[in-house]
């Protein structure tokens, strides 16, 4: 079947043929260079024995990538109805590999597509791919089934995920993502291989949920609740945002911030405390 996803026009030759264009509202920023959609597709773990899930997969640049790196199965989430035509040649040649659901991803429930386990690649919108990964955070941390994420940011957003204690990165998305997994920025991907050309540099970054971690994670609302507290202030001593708290029972004095303080010193905190 790989011939036949192979034999399709190019990417942009099918957008320019159904008068596609990218789209603001929706975060679109297309790849179209076959290396570098090709090398985010042969980063995800173990492709060809699980499912993996997209989310705005657009005119199927990596959607194609994906089923040519020998996915099985893959579920493509789109929100722009316009880009049907082009997703529907690219389900026709996959020879039933590939499924699209057209819904918002932020409001699609994955666990309902039955898989037993399954891995996430995206070239994430901009104006939502942040919110997309804090939600599939507590996915994991409550048992959803997925093995890997492989996904492209703004290379500010790549760093805070890798970001450790003391950086100037480090902060929330740090914490949360931290807790639950081993993370890291595979490579850079510069502007010029989008349509159209983002303003700032854009990285992937593989993400794999450490089940070590998630054990002895606790409530992950309680220490999303603390992150969010904490580095509201960031600026702020601890002791000055929670005086209330005897900062001296976790091995702190209270003069910390928030950036002074580990993921791991931040989950140990949220299960001692109520907020």
């Not at 975060?27 to 773990?45: E, H, K």
Request: hydrophobic share 45%; with cysteine.
């Amino acid at each position: 079947m790989t011939d036949k996803i192979s034999s399709l026009p190019p990417v942009s030759q099918m957008m320019r043929d159904c008068g596609m264009a990218p789209k603001k509202k929706f975060g679109q920023n297309f790849l179209f260079d076959l290396n570098l959609t090709g090398r985010i597709a042969r980063s995800v773990p173990n492709i060809e024995s699980i499912p993996v899930v997209e989310v705005g997969p657009g005119p199927g640049g990596l959607t194609r990538a994906l089923l040519l790196a020998g996915a099985g199965k893959v579920v493509a989430v789109e929100m722009d109805k316009t880009t049907a035509p082009i997703l529907s040649q690219i389900v026709d040649a996959s020879g039933g590999r590939l499924n699209v659901i057209f819904d918002d991803a932020l409001r699609v429930d994955f666990s309902k597509f039955g898989f037993d386990e399954y891995a996430i690649c995206s070239n994430l919108p901009y104006n939502v791919g942040t919110e997309l990964l804090i939600q599939w955070v507590h996915k994991i941390a409550t048992g959803e089934p997925i093995k890997s994420l492989t996904l492209m940011f703004q290379r500010e957003v790549a760093d805070r995920i890798v970001a450790r204690v003391g950086d100037d990165a480090y902060g929330r998305l740090s914490v949360l993502v931290q807790l639950i997994a081993d993370a890291k920025i595979l490579f850079n991907v510069p502007r010029t291989a989008f349509t159209p050309m983002p303003r700032v540099q854009s990285a992937v970054v593989q993400i794999i949920p450490n089940e070590n971690k998630i054990k002895s994670l606790g409530n992950i609302e309680n220490i999303e609740k603390l992150t969010a507290k904490l580095f509201g202030m960031r600026r702020k001593m601890i002791r000055g945002i929670m005086p209330d708290v005897d900062w001296k029972s976790f091995g702190l004095v209270g003069t910390e911030r928030a950036e002074n303080i580990s993921p791991e010193k931040f989950c140990e905190i949220a299960k001692n405390i109520l907020l």
